[in-house]
């Protein structure tokens, strides 16, 4: 018998996790060294967090796109953004790829890290999702202590 509570939990973290999901404030010198562009497209970036966090994940998606298309230089939270709303609209491998950006520029982002192995654990990749939370680690950042532990339980061998 399959449990479909845990997955179905999993889920449901990882849908709150893409509304919560931010960076800590820039500090104004690094704001300021931001290209213009790039300084307008957060604003279109705000908007997409904002419409994520209300579930229109269409909406979101239109404003993500923007903000990284005006933008010459797009930091980690943009693609951890976009990451959230693919993942909203179940499409899986265009998340994977937007989290696996997310953790190029930023290895230490926990939230990206997290996202991608939930996704990872939710297609039954547990090996993978084992991999990122180890690198995340590795990294400095700070996991999901459920999901690793969920991840941990399949890859154990029955005895």
Known sequence: MRRAAPVLA????LASAAATAQEPASAPKAEAARPEACREADASLGKAKELLA???DEGALAAIEAAKKGCPEPTAEYFLVHGDVLAGLKRWNDAVMQYHEALRIKPACGDAANALARVFYLSRRYEQAKVVLRNAEAAGAT???ELKKAVEAKLEKPK
């Open 10 to 13: 999993l889920a449901l973290a």
């Open 54 to 56: 209300r579930k229109d």
């Open 143 to 145: 996991v999901d202590a």
